[in-house]
């Protein structure tokens, strides 16, 4: 299932929405869990909530959008001022604000708000509203910050994807001009979805599976009846959502780096099974023993690198990833709940 952006709620054009549904919440807690029906019903219950909302409503306010950026701007001495400022104002003002938004209802019995006691609501609702407001922003800045870092590192996969593919691209030119064509055909379909469709951070499952298969057959032809490929996709995967261009590294390493023994068969293997919200995929390429691959400092590792870092920021604490290197095959455990 795509996951909703909670942070949308507090940006514009809904933050307004955001706040005049959470005061209206308020509003109604007030009237089931304190005054209805023991105390009062009709307008005169409606007005006194109302009164009661705005008794919270307002140093929340005041204090986030008048006194709380001096705090934020480092303007210590001059932000402990203006709060104690706000404080002497709410105590002493409030009350009469307060009887004046009560003026509005036609009824006899108001509360008189000079005779209740404001000190606690002010005092503990500038400090609770302050608070929110700060968690909350560390929340979204936090978010924004992982968002940066994934377009970060999308940037980086898409050029090291086109520079493999290209690698390819020579090396069949070289050998069996007659494939290209075909071959041509499937980089466009790969390159679009990469270039177009993986700007959103997730995509449908299908969409990704589209590309990997594309990815495969580009491989099948370029690599002809010298290697057993296959693909195996089983499950129930519709209406599930995931990060783009996550699984394609697992398989464009195996296809990089497999080789085989002299004489045996070389062999890439592709499972992924959907269950129950979970995407299973198991990637198995076969590896000459006898082979030491030579280590560059400069090239090796950016791609898994890189997908281990999308991992831990998309899906923390909801995947599982092994690797075994054997004697004759390199094998690819991948678990991740996309629920």
């Known amino acids: ?41 009709g307008v005169t219950l409606i007005c006194l909530v109302l009164q009661e909302t705005l008794e919270l409503a307002i140093p929340s306010y005041t204090q986030n959008l008048l006194v709380l950026p001096f705090f934020l701007r480092r303007k210590w001495l001059l932000g402990i001022m203006l709060y104690l400022l706000q404080v002497l104002a709410l105590i002493y003002g409030l009350p009469y ?17 000079r005779n209740e006691h404001v000190m606690f609501s002010v005092v503990s609702f500038t400090v ?12 979204i800045l936090d978010k924004q910050q992982k968002e940066d870092q994934l377009r970060h590192l999308k940037a980086q996969l898409n050029p090291h994807f086109l520079f493999n593919t290209l690698n390819n691209l020579y090396g ?3 050998a069996e001009s007659k494939k290209l064509p075909g071959l041509m055909l499937k980089l466009s379909e790969l390159l679009r979805y990469s270039l177009y469709d993986t700007n959103q951070n997730y995509v449908a499952v299908q969409k990704e599976l589209d590309y990997i298969s ?8 370029r690599l002809s009846d010298k290697t057993d490929i296959q693909l195996s996709i089983s499950g129930d995967y519709k209406d599930q959502y995931i990060a783009p261009l996550l699984l394609i590294i697992f398989v464009e390493n195996s296809f990089k780096h497999f080789s085989a023994t002299r ?3 070389a062999f890439v293997h592709i499972q992924m099974s959907f269950q129950n919200g979970h995407l299973q995929l198991q990637v198995i390429n076969s590896v000459d023993p006898d082979y030491v691959p030579a280590k560059k400092r400069s090239e090796g590792g950016l791609g898994l690198n890189n997908v281990k870092q999308r991992l831990d920021l998309i899906y923390p604490r909801q995947y599982t ?19």
């Open 1 to 41: 299932m795509r996951q909703f952006d909670w942070t949308s709620l507090f940006a514009k054009p809904y933050k307004v929405y955001t706040q005049l549904g959470f005061w209206f919440i308020v509003f109604l807690l007030f009237i089931f869990l304190k005054e209805y029906p023991n105390r009062m019903t």
């Open 97 to 113: 604000l307060l009887n004046g938004v009560g003026l509005l209802f036609p009824i006899q019995d108001r509360v008189d708000w």
């Open 128 to 139: 609770i509203a302050t608070i929110f407001k700060l968690g909350l922003d560390r929340l």
């Open 172 to 174: 069949l030119s070289v």
């Open 214 to 221: 594309n990815y495969v057959e580009l491989e099948r032809i």
């Open 263 to 265: 004489g045996q068969p």
């Open 321 to 339: 990833l092994n690797t075994t290197r054997e004697s004759n095959f390199f094998k690819v455990d991948l678990t991740i709940d996309l629920s």
